[in-house]
C-alpha cells in the first residue's frame, strides 16, 4: 500500500519524523496482517473441531466414546488458548480491527481485502493525527474511490500527498495529487466525470468535452499540472533536491484527444491507463534518500490545521501503541 504522507491540510505523523514513519508503518502492517491471518485461521479451526463433535456425537454415543472424545478435543484447545494467549501477552501493539467483523469471511481472498478495506481506514486517521494532535475529517475521504486506488493499489515504497494545501508566501495553495515514487515525482490531475466521455484538448484555458450528444466546456488540467510543477521545482531547487518531476493527465473511464500537447506531458486515458499502472505498479525499488529528501521539502512548507488533545488519550481503534513506548 502507498503510505499516505499528506492529506489536504490535515497534521501527519510524517511531518514529526519522516524518516521513521515509513518503515514503522511497514513493520507494522506487516505484522498485523500476521495477526490477523492467524486468528482468522485459528477461528476456522475452531470452526472445524466443532463440526467433529457433532459428527462424533453422531456416530459414537452409542458406543461410549463421546466423553472420552469430547475431552481429547477440550484439553487440546485449552492448550493452544494458552499458547495464543501468551502471544498476545508479547505483541506490542493492540489490534487495530475488530475481529468479530472477520469471522465469517469464508476465503483468504476475502480476508484480504478486508483487511486492506479496514487498513484504508486506518490510514486517512494516521494521516490526520499524531499523538498529542488530530486535526477534523473530512467524511468523504473514508469514501474517496481515487484516494482508495492509490493506497490499495501502489507499493510500500510510493509516498501520497492528496490535495496537500502548501504555505507559500504566507499564502495557501491546494495542489491536486502528487505521487513520489523512489525514482521521480508524478503531478497527477483526473478528467473522470461521465463514462466514456472524449475529452478535447487544446491550448486554451478551456477544453470540451463530449458524453453523448451534449458538450461542455472543463478547465484546462494543464494549468493545474503546471502550477504544481512550477511549486515543486522551486522546492526542490531550495532545498538542493534533485529529483525528476513527470506530469500526467488521467481518465480510467473516457478519452483524451490532445495530439499537439506539450512533449513533456502524458496523456494517460483508457486506453493507456493499464500499461502505465502496470508499469509503476511492478516498481520494485525501495524508499530512496532523494525521495524522502523531496517529500521532506514538500512536508515543510504544508499547511497544518490541527488542535491538542488531552495527553494520552488516543482515538478508539487505534493500534500504533508503539510510539506510546518510543
Given at each position: 500500500?502507498?503510505?499516505l ?23 507494522l502492517?506487516k505484522?498485523q496482517?500476521?495477526k ?9 479451526l ?5 463440526d ?13 466414546m ?9 484439553r487440546q ?13 508479547r505483541?506490542?501493539?493492540e489490534?487495530?480491527?475488530?475481529m ?16 486492506l ?34 493506497l490499495q ?6 509516498m ?10 504566507n499564502?495557501p ?24 466521455a472524449?475529452?478535447i ?7 470540451m468535452k ?6 461542455a ?5 494543464v ?9 515543486m ?10 529529483f525528476?518531476?513527470r ?9 483524451i ?20 499502472f502496470?508499469?509503476l ?15 521532506k521539502?514538500l512536508l ?7 488542535f491538542r ?18
Amino acid at each position: 500500500m502507498a503510505q499516505l504522507i499528506k492529506l489536504q491540510d490535515y497534521i501527519s505523523r510524517y511531518e514529526m519524523d519522516l524518516y521513521k514513519y515509513p518503515s514503522h508503518f511497514v513493520r507494522l502492517k506487516k505484522q498485523q496482517w500476521q495477526k490477523t491471518r492467524g486468528q482468522w485461521e485459528h477461528s476456522r479451526l475452531e470452526g472445524i473441531e466443532d463440526d467433529m463433535v457433532e459428527e462424533v456425537e453422531e456416530d459414537v454415543a452409542q458406543a461410549g466414546m463421546l466423553y472420552k472424545i469430547k475431552s481429547m478435543l477440550k484439553r487440546q484447545k485449552e492448550e493452544e488458548e494458552i499458547e495464543e494467549e501468551a502471544d498476545v501477552q508479547r505483541q506490542e501493539e493492540e489490534s487495530l480491527f475488530d475481529m468479530e467483523k472477520l469471522y465469517d469471511v469464508q476465503h483468504m481472498d476475502e480476508l484480504k481485502k478486508k483487511f486492506l478495506d479496514q487498513l484504508f481506514h486506518f490510514q486517512v486517521k494516521w494521516a490526520s493525527s499524531t499523538i498529542r494532535e488530530k486535526s477534523y475529517i473530512d467524511f468523504k475521504y473514508f469514501h474517496d474511490e481515487r484516494l482508495k486506488f492509490f493506497l490499495q493499489r501502489f507499493p510500500d515504497s510510493f509516498m501520497l500527498l492528496y490535495q496537500p494545501i502548501l504555505r507559500l508566501k504566507n499564502a495557501p495553495m491546494e495542489l491536486d495529487i502528487i505521487l513520489l515514487t523512489p525514482t521521480e515525482a508524478w503531478c497527477l490531475t483526473f478528467l473522470e466525470e461521465e463514462d466514456q466521455a472524449v475529452y478535447i484538448g487544446s491550448a486554451e484555458r478551456f477544453w470540451m468535452k463530449r458524453y453523448g450528444e451534449k458538450e461542455a466546456k472543463v478547465l484546462s488540467p494543464v494549468l493545474s499540472l503546471n502550477r504544481m510543477e512550477v511549486v515543486m521545482k522551486q522546492l526542490f531547487l531550495q532545498c538542493d533536491v534533485d529529483f525528476p518531476i513527470r506530469k500526467a493527465i488521467i481518465s480510467r473511464n473516457g478519452f483524451i484527444d490532445y495530439p499537439n500537447g506539450p512533449y513533456d506531458l502524458e496523456v494517460i486515458d483508457e486506453r493507456k491507463f493499464e500499461e502505465w499502472f502496470t508499469r509503476l505498479r511492478h516498481m520494485s525499488s525501495p524508499l530512496k534518500n532523494m525521495q524522502l529528501r523531496a517529500a521532506k521539502s514538500l512536508l515543510d512548507v504544508g499547511q497544518t490545521t490541527s488542535f491538542r488533545r488531552p495527553e494520552w488519550e488516543e482515538d478508539e481503534g487505534f493500534i500504533f501503541k508503539e510510539e506510546d513506548s518510543e
